[in-house]
């Protein structure tokens, strides 16, 4: 899977959720925010894959270390974040449910609505 595809999906979805939008506050990659400032995501591009790092509620971070491509978030993990090496259409479909679920628990509680019927 190109990694151009990914970035795309990845971003395509983050910016569809309501009043997200994308900054770039800590170099050239995005970082996915909604409200306030609150940051819900961010992807960098690496050789052989694109990691997104998103956070996770305790349940969602245990089952997503089972997984081979996940590990606890640099600087920010022991808030809760974690970072997946996206590379396939396997990983990419997990690292998209769980950037739902980051941007759910980062939202103001008035746009919660919005993603809570999505399946």
Known sequence: MRLATIEERIRDLALGFPE???DRPWGDFPVYKVGENKVFGWAVTREGS???TVKLTQEEREIA???PYVRTASHVGR???ITAAVSDEESLEAALEWLRESYWLKCPTELKAAVEGED
């Open 20 to 22: 997200a939008y994308e």
């Open 50 to 52: 694109v990691d997104v």
């Open 65 to 67: 270390h089972l997984l």
């Open 79 to 81: 808030y809760g974040w």
